[in-house]
């Protein structure tokens, strides 16, 4: 599976994996890592998943995983 994992100056990270056109933006609220569906920034940093943040590894993983086995249907309403 190829990820590609971008971090942004404020802490956020940006999760895009080649057979999707989303991205999720992961960030943190209340101590825990959430995610929300977001356009990637310009200029952003690539970072490999072992630069993540502890917790957040594992998320980003399990994340990737639904995004490449459901591809553009993750991204309709129902989803």
Known sequence: MQLAIYRDASG???LRVPRSS???RWY???GC???ASASLPAGLAEVDVGQLPPGLGEEVLAAAARMEALGEQLWSERN
Request: charged residues 10%.
């Open 22 to 24: 989303g991205v999720l």
């Open 12 to 14: 956020q990270y940006y």
């Open 28 to 30: 943190l609220h209340e």
């Open 33 to 35: 890592w959430t995610s």
